[in-house]
């Protein structure tokens, strides 16, 4: 079973640039997640979609970071415009159903640096 | 306001010894109790908890819920090298499925 992809692996930017994600879950998996997670802390998360809609966006800061799944499958995370404390390594993850009525698989993440 | 908390943060011991990490939650509609290792990037699942008292085990690690005191323990007994990563601590709840994770325990095997 192919596992949670996510591309890019690593993106350097500088700030007020634009940056964009991509994450392919696994298939069938209901539940998408997009979490940060700055150096020392533990992932937060951003978005959380069941198939296309939107679960739990509390956590996104609006004005500058968008996400979307359109088809309820692949999903992108888009921050425009960047500042320094973006940097972060941005995780997807994937669950059959609700995240804590079942597993959540990981993708790799990317490691984003805003210079 | 919601919160998960482990301690220690951080923990160096020798290859062998057993260590105990802590995780203790504040939280409306608990659902579930999660850990995870995290080495490199991605965090990997190790145990789901939903009941207290009922201890999980697999292999050298085991963990345990107190749903009363509102804390879960993960014990990893012999110690190795590899078990060196980050241990992420994350409660699931029943109000818009939402889950938050804790900053993590830094663990470091000497061998």
């Known amino acids: 079973e192919a596992g949670v992809a996510q591309s890019p692996r690593y993106k350097i930017i500088e700030k007020r640039q634009s940056v964009a994600f991509w994450c392919n879950p696994i298939?069938?998996?209901?539940?998408l997640y997009w979490y940060q997670q700055i150096l020392g802390q533990g992932p937060k998360l951003l978005i959380q979609?069941?198939?296309?809609?939107?679960?739990?966006d509390s956590q996104l800061p609006k004005d500058r970071f968008s996400a979307e799944r359109l088809k309820g499958v692949d999903s992108t995370l888009k921050i425009q415009p960047a500042k320094l404390e973006d940097s972060a390594v941005y995780l997807c993850?994937?669950?059959?159903?609700?995240?804590?009525?079942?597993?959540?698989?990981f993708g790799p993440g990317t490691r984003l640096t805003v210079l | 306001e919601d919160k998960v908390v482990q301690s220690p943060l951080s923990l160096v011991v020798h290859e062998g010894d057993t260590v105990t990490l802590n995780c203790s939650y504040e939280?409306?509609?608990?659902?579930?109790l999660l850990w995870y290792k995290q080495e490199k990037k991605a965090p990997t699942f190790l145990f789901m908890l939903?009941?207290?008292?009922i201890e999980k085990k697999s292999g050298r690690l085991s963990s345990i819920l107190d749903k009363k005191e509102l804390f879960s323990i993960l014990n990893i007994t012999a110690t190795q090298t590899g078990d060196s990563a980050i241990y992420l601590c994350?409660?699931?709840?029943?109000?818009?499925?939402?889950?938050?994770f804790g900053k993590g325990t830094r663990l470091h095997i000497l061998p």
């Open positions: 993850a994937s669950s059959l159903i609700a995240g804590g009525q079942d597993t959540q698989y």
């Open positions: 298939s069938g998996h209901a539940t």
């Open positions: 979609f069941q198939n296309n809609g939107v679960v739990d």
């Open positions: 939280v409306t509609n608990f659902r579930s």
């Open positions: 939903t009941s207290s008292g």
């Open positions: 994350a409660v699931a709840m029943n109000r818009d499925d939402k889950i938050i």
